[in-house]
């Protein structure tokens, strides 16, 4: 009887982390695809009712990343400009109209945006999402054509006097990112001095601390440090595999440590899925200028819906103090 026990407690102590661990071998693959959200043109429409409230117009923006993937999204400007311009970057399984409506209010402001669909995202190409890895020379390839597009219709020979294209450069260029956006910002902004301050809204702070949050069903990643801790190595363990790009290396908290740009961080109070904590891990790395806004009843990615006045504010606010003075 007494072997039998020890047998059955054996068996439960054990089942549970070698089901994990199949479950998070079984999940690898989709975590690198996530669910496509098309660009629709319903959702087409809802941007163009928008930015006609503002007054902006859009044109077509395609971008080739260094690897040959095309990334697709738009280049708009708003009525009078600033000559500031800011990217956006949307989250995991969306597209660029999931930042719709902060475009507009940057729109109103004076800045210019660029939306783009992340690399295997909306209507870009790309077989995989690598949350930052390869995303972040993607970035600096989307500034690469923004300022040549800004600047080669000017070099034509064809085009003399008033009436021609606008061929101020950027007076400073910015980024807003959202959940898996943020972290990519985060790690674009590293790697490009060009982008000079950021906004990141419910960032991770590395994918092995995601994935310990996922694992322990998003409320309780101390299971996914204990009890499920294999299913989140496996998973890492074969996107490894399969992606050929190195989970430790895609690390926000790295990124702000690594280069002293000015952040403002927004973490979301109630949001399950990516907790507070990735946040403040992220703000104690950050050497450069840095706050902190913790969005009181807040679900993920929701504080604009929460608090738009005082997102708006505080999000404006910051570009401004980083664009005084120039």
Not at 107 to 120: E, H, I, K, P
Request: glycine share 8%; hydrophobic share 45%; charged share 20%.
């Amino acid at each position: 009887m007494r072997r039998r026990l020890i047998r059955i407690a054996l068996i439960l102590l054990l089942l549970p982390p070698l089901l994990s661990a199949v479950a998070g071998w079984l999940a690898g693959p989709a975590f690198l695809h996530p669910i496509r959200r098309e660009l629709t043109p319903d959702l087409l429409r809802e941007a163009d009712v928008s930015l006609a409230v503002t007054g902006s117009t859009r044109e077509d923006f395609d971008v080739r990343a260094p690897d040959g993937v095309l990334l697709r999204g738009w280049k708009i400007r708003p009525k009078n400009a600033n000559g500031n311009w800011v990217l956006l970057f949307h989250g995991v399984a969306d597209n660029r109209i999931g930042v719709i409506g902060h475009s507009e209010f940057l729109l109103r402001a004076g800045y210019s945006v660029v939306m783009m669909d992340a690399r295997a995202h909306g209507a870009s190409g790309g077989p995989i999402a690598t949350y930052g890895w390869l995303e972040r020379n993607d970035t600096r390839a989307i500034i690469d054509a923004l300022l040549s597009s800004i600047r080669n219709p000017c070099l034509s020979i064809q085009w003399r006097g008033p009436g021609g294209p606008d061929c101020t450069p950027p007076k400073h260029i910015f980024a807003l990112g959202e959940s898996m956006g943020a972290g990519i910002v985060l790690q674009s902004a590293a790697a490009d001095p060009r982008i000079e301050a950021v906004v990141a809204e419910a960032s991770f702070a590395n994918l092995r601390e995601a994935a310990y949050d996922y694992a322990g069903l998003r409320k309780y990643p101390w299971l996914g440090k204990t009890i499920f801790a294999p299913g989140t190595w496996t998973l890492l363990y074969r996107d490894e595999k399969l992606a050929g790009f190195p989970v430790a290396e895609v690390w926000p908290v790295k990124s702000v440590a690594a280069r002293p740009f000015p952040v403002l961080l927004i973490c979301d109070e109630k949001d399950d899925a990516l907790p507070c904590r990735h946040s403040e891990m992220i703000y104690a790395a950050a050497r450069g200028p840095k706050q902190l806004w913790v969005v009181p009843g807040a679900f993920h990615t929701a504080a604009y819906g929460f608090f738009p006045e005082e997102f708006r504010r505080r999000v404006l606010t910051f570009f401004a103090e980083h664009s005084s003075g120039n």
